[in-house]
């Protein structure tokens, strides 16, 4: 089945430098996608999303680019701080039938 | 507004035992969903309703049961506990409309031995 899934397992990144996530996705048909962040003991928080019309999409120290051709997103964060040490998942959104990857771990090191 | 409600947090069953983890949101949310999260795995879809009366299987639906009698309500159910279910368990929901965010749940944990 169609399926989206992430690059690397775990990401660590110095704080104040900048994080990049990507995301991989099989369905040339899909039009919505939506980052995740998870922290740990809770639930997937809504971070931002994007849609096929758009290439490039910014929120407050996040932006996500989407590439079509090669069927590959990816989400940025600015000036990475401690508390974005979590996991990430990236979610094509377009059907009833939603899947998600399984996630990076970014460790932001003092 | 208390979004997604999930209870109870931590449950310990054993084997054959059964019980039904709780989900209730007032958002007014047609979609409704039940995942489950094991190490590495990611979270893996069990069971969908995109309204009252109206289910769905996912990607792992054996050995659990759903019902959508509410728009508020999607309990799952678990009729003979495996140790092979011991997971952490999220439920989410969302408008009807593909183009809008999943919410979820802080999550059960339960263990099965």
């Known amino acids: 089945g169609e399926s989206v899934g992430l690059h690397l397992p775990t990401l660590s990144v110095q704080e104040g430098d900048n994080s990049i996530i990507n995301c991989a996705y099989s369905?040339?048909?899909?039009?919505?996608f939506i980052w995740y962040k998870q922290e740990s003991g809770k639930g997937p928080q809504f971070i931002i999303d994007?849609?096929?019309?758009?290439d490039k999409r910014q929120g407050q120290r996040v932006t996500v680019l989407l590439n079509k051709t090669v069927k590959h997103l990816s989400l940025q964060i600015a000036a990475t701080q401690p508390g974005d040490s979590a996991v990430y998942f990236c979610?094509?959104?377009?059907?009833?039938?939603?899947?998600f990857g399984a996630g990076t771990r970014l460790t932001v090191k003092p | 507004n208390a979004g997604v409600t999930q209870t109870p947090k931590f449950q310990v069953l054993k084997t054959g035992q059964s019980m039904t983890l709780q989900c209730a949101q007032d958002?007014?949310?047609?979609?409704m969903s039940w995942y489950r999260q094991d190490p590495g795995m990611g979270l893996r879809l069990i069971h969908y309703?995109?309204?009252?009366?109206?289910?769905d299987q996912g990607e792992v639906p054996n050995g659990y049961n759903v019902s959508r009698s509410t728009t508020e309500d999607f309990p799952l159910r678990l009729l003979s506990a495996a140790p092979s279910q011991t997971s952490v368990y999220f439920c989410?929901?969302?408008?009807?409309?593909?183009?809008?965010?999943?919410?979820f749940g802080n999550g059960t944990r339960l263990t099965v031995t």
């Open positions: 309703s995109v309204g009252a009366g109206i289910t």
């Open positions: 994007i849609r096929s019309n758009m």
């Open positions: 979610a094509d959104n377009g059907s009833n039938d939603m899947r």
């Open positions: 989410a929901s969302r408008a009807y409309d593909y183009n809008s965010p999943l919410h």
């Open positions: 369905n040339s048909a899909s039009d919505y």
């Open positions: 958002m007014n949310h047609e979609y």
